[in-house]
Structures are given as C-alpha cells and as structure tokens.
C-alpha cells in the first residue's frame, strides 16, 4: 500500500477542480470515486450556468466562492479548451408588487460586488429578448453571468490533473477510513489507500463520509432538480438566461441556450431522502412546462428531446461546508457544494489547496502543463479544414452521429485520451454522440462496436454508463 499526500474522494467538478490545482505542486496526489468515469453525480446533471453573484447571501462562502469563480472561466476555458460564453442573465419580475424584491436583489449583488447589475423595464427587456412572457414588467440584467459545458469542463480539468501526476482511480466506492497516525487509511471495495491529508468532495455523499470519521455529524439532504432539453432548431428562442426571482428552494425555473446550442428548461427542486433516485416524473415535467411559459411566449413543447433529473447536495447549514473538520486532524471537507457550485469550482480549488498549504508544504511541480487542447469536432471545422483532416486521418470522413456529426476519428479518440471513455455515457460526454434528436437511436450499435473494438473487449461486455448497464446479452441463438 502506498502512501499519498492527499486523496481526494470525489470526481466531480469540485474534486476535479481540487486536484487540477494540487497537480500545480509536488505533492502525490489520487482521486477516488465510485463511478466509472468523472463527473457522474451532480456534475453532469445541472443548469450549466456560470452564475454572476447576486443570489448568494452577502458574507456567506457561497458568495465569497461565486464572486471569485466566475471571473476564471475566461482564462480557464482557453487554457483548458471547454466551451464557456459570457452571455448575460436576466432575472424577471412578473408584477409591480415584486419590485421591491428586484430591488433587494439588485442590493444583495452590489453587496457582493457584482459589477454592471442595473435593472431594466420592460422596453429594454423586449429589446433584449423579443420572446419574453406579456407578464414580465422588468428585470435585474447581470451582464457577467455565463453558460458552460459543466461535463466537458470537468473532463478538461481531470485531463490536466491527470498528465501533471494526479493519480485517478475510477469505479472504487469508499466502505471504510480509518485514522491513523500517519493520517487516513481508505478501503474501498477492493483496494486500499493510505493518505496524510483526506479532502472530502463526496457530493451528496459527502454526509457519509464524513461521518465515517467525525463525531460531529453532518448532514446533506439530496435536493432533486428535473430538467427539459429542447432541440436545435429553438436553441435560439432566448439570447440570454432568464431566471425568475428566487424562493427558499432556489433560483427556480430557468430558460436558457446551451453552449451547444441547444434550449434548457428548468430545475424543480423537490427534498428527497434516496440519493440514487434520479427518476424524471410527469408532474414535474408538467410544472416546468407552466413556470416557463411566464417567462417565454410560446413554449415549443413538440421540440423536447429528452428530460433528465440530477440531484443537488443541500446542506442543512444552507452553505459551502469547506474547512477541516475540528475532531479529525486532516480531514478536509468540500461538503454542501450545491448551486453556485460549478461557478465556485475554480475558486474552491484555490481556496482548498491554500488549506492544503497550511498542512503540508507546497512545493511548485517545475513540469506542470496549465493548458489542454480539447477533442477536434468535426462539425465546428471549415470545408477546407475537414478536408484536410480526412486526408490525414480517414475515420474523420465516416461520420457515426448524424444528429451532432460526430466522426469516427473523434470517438476513437475520446476512448484513448487521459481518463478515456470506457462505456456509451463516456463517449457520449466528450464528443456528443447521441445527445442529438434521436438520442442515439441510430449511433449508439456504431459506438457500441467501436468500444468493443478499440478496447478490445467483447461487444456483450459494452455497457451504457458502467457497472452492470450491459446493452447486450448475448448472442442470437445462445441465449
């Protein structure tokens, strides 16, 4: 059993964010998470906003993560090549009776030193946004709120962490730490892994593991939000991402573009006791339906592609649990890491290596890499510049998804980059393959084969996202 600096329970954005910054230092550093590949649990389910700042309470971690995170994504998307725009948020206001609580909000975000919020009537806002539901009167603009991929974002980050030394060790569930004095030994289902400091990025598991250890007990209660995409060809129906003014649940229903062009509605938030139940449900589905039509004339249902449900890590303490924990020497928590998490990510990353610091000595890693060149998409290049690639490398020319024209060379890739697609979800997280309107109806057999192909593994041993999702059986006539 060998012995890490740190180990880092969690592969999500925070956890990858966490060590793509430890992987700056020499320290060893190891990622443990029980799914199969990063980003799995909360990550790869949520509104996929860079969130400007204004919602957060003054004072709180939450703020103080948010109004430092959001500025990053510029520079960090180039260094890491994942798709991020500044595109602007409006928060709408339905009657003159809530215009007080426009008023709070547009204070709370100067407060937070949110810079350019101003509120705006509702002739701008038809200027602004033409489709904008007949009750909206008015509306907090934050020009520097923003959209990202928050998978592919967490892929770049993992990547990076990966080629700078940050050891991943995928599919070990943690059943056991015990404390030792050297510092922590973790048992996973098959493994074990010894460790001077523990960070806990566990998400709405994070309850759990702290608990394996601490006497004073923490608790994260799931929060389920259910989302509806919407294809293509209404990506445009909105410029920016309206919000509605915020309840005691949330920021509630929002309407947004993808960075992929694509058309977002929602969360639900719904407190719920199963932190496996990522179940869609028709009444939820329903109620997304009704909020969004307040905020957009003419909701086109007939375009929804897919519903997909992904669950929040509230915390009872309602913020950022970050800091180690006060009977346990060395345990690090990163607990509580709900909405604006994934702005809060990069800051939180910077933030949790300071903590580090306090602990170990950080010595700067001389070969750290900060850049990453992403997966080349065959759909964003010039005629000239796909001619140019199929020349080089035929498989560019065969295209697998036709719904996002996805290439062969692209998936061959996605399996043999740092921390390679292994299963359908892997590949379909880096290239797109089958997030389009047929939602892998006609690619998935195709990048079934090619898994089984380039892993060299039998096509029965394929599965969808990991552990026993097999897509296949067996064979005609064996079975």
């Known amino acids: 059993m060998q012995m890490y600096d740190v180990v880092i329970i969690g592969a999500g954005v925070t956890g990858c964010a966490i060590a793509r910054e430890l992987s700056r230092y020499r320290l060893r550093t190891a990622v443990l998470e029980q799914h199969g590949d990063v980003s799995m649990g909360t990550t790869k389910a949520n509104s996929a906003i860079v969130h400007a700042g204004y919602d957060a309470k003054p004072g709180t971690v939450k703020a103080q993560m948010n109004i430092a995170g959001n500025p990053m994504f510029d520079q960090l998307s180039k260094e890491l090549d994942f798709p991020f725009k500044r595109i602007g948020s409006l928060i709408l206001c339905f009657d003159e009776a809530s215009m007080p609580e426009l008023e709070k909000l547009l204070e709370r975000g100067r407060q937070n030193g949110v810079p350019g919020l101003e509120i705006i009537d509702r002739k701008r806002l038809l200027e602004m946004e033409p489709h904008i539901g007949d009750k909206a009167v008015a509306a907090l603009y934050a ?174 303490t309602d913020d950022f649990i970050i800091g180690y924990a006060k009977d346990v020497p060395g345990l690090l928590d990163v607990a509580g890491i709900e909405s604006p998490g994934l702005t809060s990510a990069p800051a939180i990353g910077v933030y949790v290596a300071k903590l580090v610091g306090e602990r170990l000595p950080l010595e700067a890693n001389p070969a750290f890499i900060p850049t990453r060149e992403g997966i080349k998409k065959f759909r964003d290049m010039t005629r000239e510049e796909q001619d140019d690639a199929i020349r080089a490398n035929p498989r560019y020319g065969k ?63 394929i599965t969808k996202a990991g552990g026993n999702s097999r897509i296949l059986v067996g064979r005609n006539k064996e079975i």
């Open 399 to 461: 295209i697998i998804c036709r719904c996002e024209t996805i290439s062969e060379a692209e998936i061959v890739e996605a399996i043999h980059r740092p921390l390679g697609a292994r299963d359908l979800d892997g590949v379909k997280r880096r290239t797109r393959s089958g997030m389009g309107r047929c939602q892998g109806g006609f690619c998935s057999p195709q990048v079934a084969a090619i898994l089984s192909r380039e892993l060299d593994i039998p096509l029965t041993d």
């Open 143 to 316: 020009p520097t709120g923003g959209i990202v991929c928050p998978y592919e974002m967490t892929i770049a980050l993992a990547e990076n962490a990966a080629v700078n030394g940050v050891e991943f060790f995928l599919g070990q569930e943690v059943q056991a730490i015990a404390k030792t004095d050297a510092g922590f030994v973790v048992e996973t289902q098959d493994s074990r892994y010894e460790t001077k400091l523990l960070i806990n990025a566990a998400g709405v598991f994070a309850d759990d593991i702290h608990n394996m250890l601490s006497a004073d007990k923490l608790s994260i209660r799931p929060r389920s939000g259910q989302y509806i995409l919407m294809d293509k060809v209404v990506g445009n129906l909105v410029s920016h991402t309206l919000f509605q003014l915020p309840n005691e649940m949330g920021k509630g229903i929002l309407v947004t573009p993808t960075v992929d062009g694509n058309l977002l509605m929602g969360p639900t938030a719904v407190d719920i006791d199963d932190k496996l139940d990522l179940a869609t449900r028709r009444e939820q589905y329903e109620s997304i339906l009704k909020a969004a039509a307040l905020s957009v004339d003419s909701i086109p249902t007939r375009q929804a592609i897919t519903a997909f449900t992904g669950l929040r890590a509230h915390s009872t």
